[in-house]
């Protein structure tokens, strides 16, 4: 009997897939495009028939070629947003594929999304996929004016004078709040320094001077847990803790793949030059005195991270992203924020009495990505003015980046916005994002002050914020050196970077159709490999000349003159 | 216990079962012991060993998030939370993915298993008259792929791409399941196949009376990879389906919080300004469990077909 | 006994007779042919993207031919053949090991008598299956680590009076890949072997214990040769798919350090691949790793041939 339901069952099963699978390349076969567009068309009806009327709620889609978190569909601020703004947009990210893949499939499909952010945007644009928003942007001569400057926009304009996408970060808006060092540096925990007497540590060598007299006295934390004087993270892209301190180290801003000399108007290799060559006999030194970390090149992210919440790491380069936020969580949670195991940033180079660019004060704008409108997008007058509201409309972006008033954050007497503990760890909370929090993150957002010409654009911009986390070893610290900001222990020069700023946002879309791309794919290739092994060597004279022989083989001459045409664009 | 020391009782026993078979061991020779022994050995090593990695990701998927960064969880959960499967199971796609997931688990099993049955029974037929050609043909389908994009282009003209279909219809022949299926049908002796034919049975029939009550270890075992296989699947609901939340599928949920950890293009500019999250270690521990809970439990279900080893498998000649 | 095998009946003659007769095969077999042309075999026009500099708006009828330059690009780069090397080296070891230690885990596994053992014993076997490389990994890469348990052992039982790096050597990788895929995958892979051993007529088991056979002679003279259909088919299947070693392991396992022996293809083209939207190089590649392929599995087959009843065509 039993064998009978299922035998039955089973040829059931066939016929009905046979039935379907019929039916299914019946319809298509007749007219897949009809098929394609009329689904299109179902969507836009729906967009369509309510923002006919408007006032009316349009549903967008976008996708994003990064990995990121998916938010609710009932998401609370997602429809308070679309309550008051008409517009609710339906974020994808990335999954699994490398953004060529993912952007790859989408054009060879040839049905897109209503917004894309994608790290391939100019394959868009050959596809012919991407509306081109100058009218647009002049529709909007306030938001034209205050996003970017005239040279700005030219930077995004594409071969054929049209400007296809924008980039919606890097910007300030009036005074800039900004009290963190978001980016490169040498970091050392405040105890170190504490017990020191707080010097003033300027040179490479005067900072791992301290780190080796800190750990000689202090072989140990509290608990028995050995210090590690230094560590170095190398896994994958993020090898840049290793690989780029030398242009640093020389006086150099941030243009991460080379060096800009702006006298000269050349570009330098900062892997051959003097001060990276020192950076990297230091660490040698280091390594083979046994202070720096053995598992620096091969632990993981996941280690590394670890590592550092353990507290027992005195210092590293990296960038603050990368760690300080997961780190500074568990110090506080595990109480080690209180034995003054935070860190501040110091802005070294090789020689004393050297200038030092490791803070950028001013914007950075990539003109390699950004946020575009594809040419599905049934409304894109709409979708475009939801863009701009989203950069001009303070009320819209104090929703997206602090939240509802009063439910996750408040106001003091002097119209200060502030959060309780709880309300920031329900803001941090997995959760409690999907279900309320909607920042619309590729959207246009600023840096800098609000409108209300008192609180910062972003939260973690806002000086009481930022106050209110600090924990006394680290406030006697800012206290000690009479700083209140992190960039003040930094010190960097203030100036304008030139237009051509960052060269890594052009060296990022190198490809290897031209032998400087393949070039440069080969010298991160080397490089990966060579540096762990430099540090490493007993002998660093003959590492580093085997380093050079296989540097030289990749042949970054090539990759050299493509940067100099690029730069000689801007003279 | 009755020792049985007679060795003519024992040759007079010829009726096979679990109770006497045991008793002959009390009769086993010296070496039988030392087999034992490395049996017991090398079974407890093996358990450990792959426990291990299963009971490390119980324990995280039990811990708080914050602790847990500082790594050095083993076992046991060292500050408990269940916070980690509140937190998976308020995911709001959770429950259409798995309504999904066990939909299509079930349809491709029972398609798939029956197609590449058929499949199998037909190549395995010594009678027939293109048995190699067939087999060729599909063996090669398994050393060959067009690549993404034409395979996509495919099933968008087909009218598979946002529907539920895509998931069923164009993986349902896999030539590794019917290879492993025909082998196993040319286990069982022609004879049967003949007699049957004497009695006036169509291939058909054969088919459905004859071998398949046999196969059925191998029907489970496959049944069992194509579940797991189906189970498992997220690619093609992030290909074909992105768009569409109401076809998404429980592992594709799963990989959407993985892969924020497996960046393949590092891009510091996103991750700078807070766009890039990393999903906690511990959400991604419970994630997995809640995942794989489900489709582990299927197992013991269809162990029974071929766990036993004792059950009249193969047939007398 | 009736004719069992094949070799000692006359070949079959299609005849219009034998045609119909075998009607019911035909048909099956004409809509399994339909379904393979559609979903395995249409596809491969993709391949002509590896003459192609394909661009996905262009389509593949528009993209640009240029012959053989993704071939060459390939093989003249010193780092592909290495890469190449070790796809095969660890495709060759993964194949080896995960093989034998499949049949080992399932031949023991059935030497256990009483089920109440056998079964959780084989469903814990497989749960790691069910784990994703990222946990895996990341596992073994805690317990590898100089204050990891491995190292803690090694130095407690004095084998090593210093931790080792395992990570950090080249020599150590293949080795460490290879554990890894058995690890997950041991348990799994012995279900196709257990399965195949139920096949296996008991009554020879008893038979030969009567006639005082100990249970490695069981195991010698009966439950390999009862597995060795189902083992060379796998075997077989699998020499086909040695240059399929992975990707994801040994991209979350390596680093810097011993990227001259953990890049496979894969991880090469997808580097390659990923700066300049190259389809076309993967694909290239692809058509590479089924050419190999195929290569492979004729020879085994014809080997297989030869010595055994066993072939996959």
Not at chain 2, 142 to 156: D, E, R, S
Not at chain 3, 119 to 132: A, G
Request: aromatic fraction near 14%.
């Amino acid at each position: 009997m039993k064998k009978k339901v299922l035998a039955l069952l089973l040829a059931t099963g066939v016929v009905a897939s046979m039935l379907a699978a019929c039916g299914g390349s019946g319809d298509t076969g007749a007219a897949p495009a009809a098929d394609a567009t009329a689904t299109a068309d179902a969507d836009a009806a729906d967009d369509a028939d309510e923002g006919a009327g408007s006032g009316e709620v349009t549903n967008f889609t976008m996708f994003i070629t990064m990995p990121g978190s998916e938010i609710n569909d009932d998401n609370e601020i997602a429809q308070m947003i679309a309550d008051k703004w008409g517009v609710k947009v339906k974020e994808t990210w990335l999954t699994g594929q490398t953004a060529s893949e993912a952007t790859g499939t989408l054009i060879a499909g040839g049905e897109y999304p209503d917004f894309i952010d994608s790290d391939e945007m100019n394959l868009l644009v050959d596809a012919d996929a991407l509306v081109a928003l100058d009218d647009y942007i002049d529709q909007y001569p306030e938001f034209r004016d205050k996003w970017f400057t005239k040279e700005e926009w030219d930077k995004f304009r594409q071969p054929d004078g049209h400007i296809y996408w924008i980039n919606p970060f890097g910007n300030t808006k009036g005074e800039t709040k900004q009290t963190t060092h978001n980016d490169e540096a040498f970091w050392v925990q405040v105890r170190v320094l504490e017990w020191a007497g707080y010097p003033e540590i300027k040179t490479m060598d005067q900072y791992f001077d301290l780190l080796e007299k800190y750990i000689a006295e202090n072989p140990t934390m509290e608990d028995g847990t050995e210090n590690i004087a230094y560590t170095i993270l190398c896994e994958d892209w993020r090898y840049f803790c290793l690989e780029n301190a030398g242009q640093f180290l020389a006086g150099y801003p941030n243009d991460g793949s080379v060096i800009v000399n702006k006298s000269t108007m050349t570009i330098e290799d900062y892997n051959t030059s003097e001060d990276t060559i020192q950076y990297f006999k230091k660490l040698n030194e280091e390594y083979n005195k046994g202070f720096v970390d053995p598992e620096s090149f091969t632990q993981t992210y996941d280690e590394y991270i670890a590592k550092l919440s353990t507290g027992r790491v005195l210092g590293m380069v990296d960038q603050w992203w990368d760690f300080a936020y997961t780190v500074n969580d568990s110090f506080k949670q595990s109480g080690l924020d209180l034995k003054g195991c935070n860190y501040v940033p110091l802005g070294l180079t090789t020689k004393e009495g050297m200038e030092n660019r490791w803070h950028t004060y001013d914007d950075t704008v990539n003109q390699a990505s950004g946020i575009a409108i594809t040419t599905d997008c049934q409304d894109v007058d709409k979708a475009f003015k939801f863009l701009v509201d989203c950069a001009m409309d303070q009320e819209l972006h104090d929703l997206r980046w602090w939240g509802v008033k009063g439910v996750d954050y408040d106001v003091d007497a002097d119209g200060l916005y502030f959060r309780t503990p709880e309300q920031r760890q329900n803001w941090a909370d997995t959760s409690y994002q999907a279900k309320h929090r909607c920042q619309y993150s590729y959207f246009p957002q600023w840096h800098g002050t609000s409108d209300d010409g008192k609180n910062a654009n972003k939260p973690e911009e806002q000086p009481s914020e930022f106050m209110s986390d600090m924990a006394e070893p680290l406030k006697k610290c800012f206290d000690a050196y009479g700083h209140t900001t992190y960039p003040q222990f930094i010190g960097s020069v203030q100036e304008t970077n030139g237009p051509w700023f960052p060269m890594y946002s052009f060296s990022n879309n190198f490809t290897t159709e031209t032998p400087g791309g393949v070039a440069w794919a080969k010298m991160g290739e080397c490089k990966h490999e060579w540096l762990p092994k430099v540090v490493m060597a007993k002998d660093f004279d003959k590492g580093w000349g085997e380093y050079m022989a296989a540097y030289e083989a990749c042949k970054p001459e090539d990759f050299i003159k493509e940067m100099q045409d690029i730069l000689d664009t801007f003279k | 216990m009755i020792r049985l020391t007679d060795s003519r009782l024992e040759r007079g026993n010829t009726i096979m079962n679990e109770t006497v078979n045991k008793e002959y061991k009390v009769r086993k020779p010296i070496s039988d012991k030392v087999f034992s022994v490395i049996v017991v050995v090398f079974l407890a090593a093996f358990v450990i060993i792959t426990l291990y990695p299963v009971i490390n990701t119980v324990a995280l998927s039990f811990n708080d998030g914050i602790d847990a960064v500082r790594g050095g969880i083993h076992l046991w959960p060292r500050k408990f939370s269940m916070k980690n499967y509140k937190t998976v199971m308020e995911m709001q796609n959770i429950w259409t993915g798995a309504k999904i997931t066990v939909g299509r688990t079930v349809i491709a099993t029972l398609t798939s298993l029956f197609a590449n049955a058929l499949l199998a029974f037909v190549v395995s037929r010594k009678r027939f008259l293109f048995k190699s050609q067939l087999s060729l043909f599909w063996v090669i389908t398994m050393y060959v792929n067009g690549g993404m994009i034409p395979v996509f282009l495919l099933y968008k003209n087909l009218g598979l791409t946002g529907t539920f279909h895509v998931y069923w219809i164009p993986g349902m022949i896999s030539a590794f399941n019917m290879l492993v299926m025909r082998t196993y049908m040319e286990g069982i002796p022609e004879s049967l196949e003949e007699s049957a034919q004497l009695d006036g049975a169509g291939y058909w029939t054969i088919f459905k009376d004859i071998i398949s009550p046999l196969c059925k270890p191998m029907y489970a075992t496959v049944a069992l990879f194509i579940a797991v296989w189906q189970w498992n699947s997220w690619f093609d609901a992030m290909l074909y389906n992105r768009m569409k939340t109401e076809y998404t599928t429980l592992q594709y949920e799963l990989m959407k919080l993985l892969s924020s950890v497996m960046q393949q293009s590092g891009s510091a500019e996103n991750a700078k300004n807070g766009a890039a999250t990393i999903t906690p270690i511990t959400i991604r521990a419970a994630t997995t469990i809640v995942t794989m809970l489900p489709i582990v439990c299927l197992y013991p279900f269809l162990q029974r077909y071929f766990i036993t080893g004792l059950t009249i498998g193969g047939v007398k000649e | 006994m009736a004719r069992t095998k094949t070799e000692n009946r006359p070949k079959i003659k299609m005849s219009g007779k034998e045609l119909r007769r075998q009607k019911f095969l035909l048909v099956v077999s004409f809509f399994m042919v339909a379904y393979g042309v559609v979903f395995y075999y249409w596809p491969l026009t993709g391949w002509l993207m590896a003459f192609q500099n394909y661009k996905p708006k262009k389509g593949l009828l528009g993209s640009k031919f240029v012959g053989l330059d993704k071939f060459k690009f390939l093989f003249e780069d010193d780092v592909f053949i290495k890469v190449i090397r070790n796809t095969f080296a660890m495709g060759l070891i993964n194949l080896v090991t995960t093989t034998i230690m499949a049949v080992l885990f399932a031949i023991i596994l059935n030497e256990v008598r009483r089920v109440w053992i056998k079964k959780p014993i084989q469903t814990i076997s497989y749960l790691p299956h069910f784990l994703s490389w990222i946990v895996v990994t990341g596992i073994l890469h805690t317990s590898l680590s100089s204050s990891g348990i491995v190292n803690e052992i090694l130095l407690k039982t004095g084998l090593i009076n210093q931790a080792i790096n395992f990570f950090a050597h080249p020599k150590y990788f293949w080795a460490i890949v290879a554990f890894a895929q058995n690890w997950k995958e041991t348990g799994w892979n012995a279900i196709i072997y257990l399965a195949a051993i139920t096949a296996i007529d008991p009554s020879l088991y008893e038979a030969a214990s009567i006639d005082g056979a100990d249970r490695l002679q069981k195991i010698r003279y009966i439950t390999l040769p009862g597995i060795k259909p189902t083992f060379l088919i796998l075997l077989l299947m699998n020499v086909g798919n040695v240059l399929n070693a992975g990707f994801e392991i040994q991209y979350l396992l390596g680093n810097g350090l011993v990227q001259s022996v953990s890049q496979t293809i894969d991880i090469y083209v997808l580097k390659w691949g990923i700066s300049q939207n190259d389809y076309s190089l993967g694909t290239a590649a692809g058509l590479f790793k089924s050419a190999v392929s195929i290569l492979f599995i004729v020879i085994a087959n014809e080997i297989a041939k030869r010595y055994s009843e066993q072939r996959l065509f």
